[in-house]
């Protein structure tokens, strides 16, 4: 028992210097930005982000910077969000 608990720990510590085994699906985040506090989601391919910013152009400072900090654990469509033109 005790030891099968080593290898399960020894096995997650591999898996942590490993993070590209890991993709966002979906996520909810509070983002501390220089003037406010903003909620950022994932949602499959789709980025939110309750920003004056994003409301108008559909991409912020926000969700360019987890962009950044996660590129590893995102797939293509996730790092490469296109700024909406609006109509
Ligand atoms: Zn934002």
Redesign the pocket.
Known sequence: MYSSLISKVEKAKRYAEEPQRVSFESFDVR?R?DNGS?R?SLKGDEWT???E??HTSGL????MAMQRLFAVNLNKAQRFTTEHVPA
């Open positions: 983002f930005g903003h950022v982000c309750e920003c910013h994003f912020c400072a926000h969700i």
